[in-house]
Nanobody, 124 residues
């Protein structure tokens, strides 16, 4: 199994920046992809960004492309989400997820383990 712990959420004004971190532990050698999803109040959870653990290839939702950057530190088993130019619409609980078998990188079905989430609130 893989355990995931997110950190770095908080309250920020529109136009500001935050960096989320997700530390993985356990069977990290089995990780194939790491991703970030978010869920706003009253909405379904949606894909934000993903990174292939070995190749480093990245994937982004259109709504965050150009503003968010996903990166990884394999030595620390940690994935990051740098969020710039934040908007009130980015307010949500952000979840880190890991997939251990090949599959979709942009849907929940491609992920096997989830963190508990971290709240990001963007004020206008």
């Amino acid at each position: 199994q893989v355990q995931l712990v997110e950190s770095g959420g908080g309250l920020v004004q529109a136009g500001g920046s935050l960096r989320l971190s997700c530390a993985a532990s356990g069977r990290t050698d089995s990780i194939y992809v790491m991703g970030w999803f978010r869920q706003a109040p009253g909405k379904e959870r949606e894909f934000v960004a993903a990174i292939s653990w070995n190749s480093g290839n990245t994937y982004y939702a259109d709504s965050v492309k150009g503003r968010f950057t996903i990166s990884r530190d394999n030595a620390k088993n940690t994935v990051y989400l740098r969020m710039n130019s934040l908007k009130p619409d980015d307010t949500a609980v952000y979840y880190c997820a890991s997939g251990v078998v090949g599959g979709s990188r942009v849907t929940e079905q491609g992920y096997d383990y989830w963190g508990k989430g971290t709240q990001v609130t963007v004020s206008s």
